[in-house]
């Protein structure tokens, strides 16, 4: 019998790494959640219709547990949609108000969860196909760059914003200072497109995130991609299927035929860009390409849909791109970039905000502090002085205090101080686990 814990919900983190210090209430006993009664307790409480409480806080926060699909059958804890910010801010399923991100313009219209099954359905406004001989026109980007941007469909930028929140990559704590590589980033996006459905079909099936280099297993490896990307092979006379490829940008370049997109631990296989694409990729992403040139420790995440020709010829349709710090946590700009370093060397534990589906103009937290005695402030990096900075008010004025940093006129202010109470223990980060 299976049980995995998990922040889950709409929009939530996955598979989080709850200690046997983190608590529940299930059919009225108190549990560790790596207990061996826990488990049972959960299938029992399953086969009652009741719910589990997180006892992060005194009075507890209702969870659910929904069935796992598939063969390998068992359950999973999950906090209740929209529940996030109800828990203590240590605990793995706390979560900013979804107002403070882009979150929540896509929360239950986008992005929608089926309570009974544990399964997310995603829709997405980019295609994961395309039709034999129908051209189709290249985009650097499917998602608007205006603060209207519709929250109906996922955008690329909005699924990868989806996927790095769900496999709380960005949540930060000073216990993962050296423990965040790229082997970790791959495992937990992969575990992160489990039980998600995106037009019709599994996410994690669509899914490429290249497998750590090795020159001992390079044969294995690239046998391994081939066989995954049969998917992608196009074929005389039927609809292309598409591929999702996430992965670390090494370079841009011009081809000898074309551009080419080269992936850090693919060194044998470039992805071919078009000249059209490529000219609106350097348009649309200029800021994001700038930072990645000026600052050493940035890594570029990409985002693409991408297919393979029947001469075995990787070529990408749209894509997106992503600034990460070292510790690959996203970045829009050197001024965030400052704020989340000032964060990680101050030995701060937070979680970074993400646009998802909105344009530049939309304000979001940058960062939410989640080691402070009482309060969660939100930390926001203002653009235009102070008459810009309405969205902090408005979620100041709703309980929530916040912290606005006004770049152009003034220095970075002090941090709010955190807790002197120290972490429970028991509760490891995500990327202490194998």
């Not at 551009?259 to 350097?282: G, M, N, T």
Request: with cysteine.
């Amino acid at each position: 019998m299976a049980v995995a814990t998990t922040a889950g919900g709409d929009g939530a983190g996955v598979c989080a790494a709850i200690g046997k210090g983190a608590v529940y209430l299930v059919a009225g006993r108190r549990l560790e959640a790596e207990s061996r009664e826990f488990a049972e307790a959960v299938a029992n409480a399953f086969e009652r219709h009741e719910r589990p409480r997180c006892l992060c806080l005194v009075e507890g926060v209702e969870m659910y547990i929904a069935r796992l699909a598939g063969s390998t059958g068992g359950y999973i804890v999950k906090r209740m949609p929209d529940s996030g910010s109800r828990h203590a801010p240590d605990c793995p399923s706390y979560e900013p108000p979804p107002e403070a991100s882009g979150l929540g313009q896509v929360l239950g219209t986008a992005i929608t969860e089926d309570p009974a099954t544990g399964e997310t359905t995603l829709k997405l406004d980019f295609p994961l196909s395309k039709i034999a001989g129908r051209s189709t026109m290249p985009s650097a980007v499917s998602d608007s760059d205006s603060a209207a941007s519709s929250g109906t469909r996922l955008s690329l930028r909005g699924l990868l914003h989806y996927l790095w929140d769900q496999a709380e990559l960005t949540r930060w704590q000073p216990g993962f200072t050296g423990k965040r590589n790229w082997a970790t980033v791959r495992r937990h996006l992969l575990q992160a497109a489990e039980h998600k459905i995106a037009r019709g079909d599994a996410l994690r099936t669509r899914l490429y995130v290249p497998e750590v280099f090795s020159v001992e297993e390079r044969h294995a490896i690239n046998a391994r991609r081939l066989a995954q990307w049969q998917h992608a092979v196009a074929a005389p006379g039927k609809p292309q299927h598409l591929m999702l490829l996430i992965g670390e940008v090494k370079e841009i370049v011009p081809a000898r035929y074309g551009y080419k997109a080269v992936v850090k631990h693919v060194p044998d296989q470039a992805f071919a860009i078009d000249e059209q694409l490529y000219r609106r990729l350097a348009r649309r992403f200029e800021p994001e390409l700038a930072l990645w040139g000026a600052a050493d420790d940035i890594h570029m995440v990409v985002i693409a849909t991408f297919g393979v020709s029947s001469a075995g010829i990787s070529a990408i349709h749209e894509l997106c791109l992503m600034p990460v710090t070292r510790q690959w946590l996203p970045v829009e700009d050197g001024f965030e970039k400052q704020l989340i370093d000032r964060l990680v060397g101050e030995n701060r534990s937070f979680v970074k905000g993400l646009r998802y589906n909105l344009g530049r103009t939309g304000h979001i937290a940058s960062a939410t502090l989640t080691d402070c005695e009482a309060s969660v402030p939100l930390l926001f990096v203002v653009h235009d002085g102070p008459n810009d900075s309405g969205h902090a008010i408005d979620i100041c004025n709703v309980g929530t205090p916040a912290w606005v940093w006004h770049r152009s006129g003034e220095p970075m202010p002090l941090l709010p101080k955190p807790s002197t109470r120290q972490t429970p223990a028991g509760r490891p980060s995500m990327d202490t686990r194998g």
